[in-house]
Each structure stands twice: as structure tokens, then as C-alpha cells.
């Protein structure tokens, strides 16, 4: 499975690089036909296709840096560097809008007149290209939150170019030329959308919140059901990248040895198996321990205080 997997990651690498290099070279194609035809729209374009090579770069730092091995310095990996990418990645992509909507702003007080006929083939090749490269990231996207950075970029994209190819058949027939600064805010609207939800899921991994699609009182009463579990507290669950989730909690137990405790800590692991959860740190706890240590003795009086009130 690890082998398949990382066979994956080295294809979706591959993708990256040819996807950087092709969107590289259209973006000086589309800056020089957007100066040249006067459009907004293209430039605009172009200055979203340029963080789109820009999110494909830090897909591939974060891709590297994800595959490496713990050391002894990151215990954990490096989960978080795709996690830390995509959020780089979606804060430039709101800066790149603040800009559109300025330039915009300007257009509106002072049309200019624009080559709809460039702005029509450079946006409908704008469109293949971003396609072609949706094609290629869309397996990984879902499993990966820093390739799905990438994969939203291109889709807005793709969306956006669609719209400048429909923008410019207006302008043809109608010879209204707000058309094009109209297109720009609506381009600059869909990257702030984009970028807002890439930014709200890497900012919850690196507070450490509570995994996407995870309930904390789901896991908990799945956890008091476990066969010989008596309680469940100071439970956490947080993610180390976009597919890594860890967990720790105490778990009240009979007093018992660790050979027969062992059975209900694998039972545990199971379950939590079952909600993606494979970083686990469980401590037992028995209720007879108030003889041994202090500490815990107040833990147990405190739960064993929680069940008869």
C-alpha cells in the first residue's frame, strides 16, 4: 500500500513540474496579449494563472517536504509543510484579488478600448491548459489538502478564462467595453471564494483543531462503549498534515494487569482506526490506583463524584 502510495506522490510530482513549466510560459503569453489588447481581464487572468505557477511550486515543496522521514527534530514528519504551503498559497491568492479590484475601480472612471478578438483565443487556450492540468492533480485532490490548493487555483481559473471567452463575444456584439473591468471583479470575487476555504481548513490544522468531518462527542461515547473502557476524559484530537490525524486521552480501566489491559488498548485502536485516527497516546487509569498514588487518587474520586451526581 506504502509502495502504491508512494508511486502516487512521485506521479503527482511529475504532473507538477510539466503543469509549472506550461503555466509559466502562458503567462507571459497572456500578460503581452492583455497589454496588447488593452484587456483587464486578461491581465487579471494572467496575474491568477501567475499564483496558480506559484501554488504549483509550493504544492511541490509541500509534497517533498511531506514525503520526508521523522527525524529526531520532527518527531511527527513534516505533514505540516503541505498544510503551511496551502495557507502561504491562499493568502497570496486574496492579495492578487485586493489588487484586480483596484485596477478595476480605475477602469470604470476610464474605459479603454479592448481587442476582444485576443482576449477570446488567449482565454480559450487558458481554459485548455487549466484543464489539462485539473485532469492531472483531480486523483490526489481529496486526499490531500495541499494539492487540492492547487486543484482549486486551476478550477478558478478554468471558470474564470471561461467567462473572459463569453466576455469577449459581448464586447463584439454589444461594443461595451465595463464588460472587460466587470469581468476582472467577478475573477477577483472567485479567487477571494476559493482561497477562503483553503485558508479556514489549513488554519484549523495548524491551531490544532479539530479534524474536518470529526466529531469530539461521537468519538468519546464510541470510546465508553469499548468493552472494559469504565470512562474517557481529557480527550484531543488534532491533525499533523491534511491526512494524519492523532489522538490522546486517559481511559478509566479495572484494576488489572498490563497483559490483560493490553486487549482492550487494541480494541481501542480499532475503533479509532474507524475514524481515520492511527496517531494514538492512551493512558490508563484504574479505579483502585487511589491507593498507590495521590494524584490519581484525585482523578478517580473526581470521576467516580462525575457518575453519582
Known sequence: MSVHHHGHKHQTGRVLQWSLLATILFVVVELIAGLRAGSLALISDAGHNFTDALSLVLAAIGLYLESRPADSVKTYGYHRAGVLTAFVNALTLVGISLFIFYEAWQRFFHPRAVQEWTMFWVAAAAVALNGGIMWGLHRDKDRDLNIRAAFMHMLGDAISSMAIVGGAVLIYFTGLNVIDPILSVLIGALIIWTAWDIIKESLNVLLEGLPRGTELAQVTQALQRVEGVIDVHDLHIWSLGSSAHALSCHVLIQDM??????????????????????????????TNCALSEKPCSLLVTAHQHEHES
Not at 258 to 284: M, V, Y
Request: hydrophobic share 30%; net charge negative.
Open 257 to 286: 494487569p498490563p497483559s490483560e489491559s493490553n486487549s482492550i488498548l487494541q480494541r481501542i485502536n480499532d475503533l479509532l482506526g474507524k475514524f481515520h485516527i492511527h496517531h494514538t497516546t492512551i493512558q490508563f487509569e484504574h
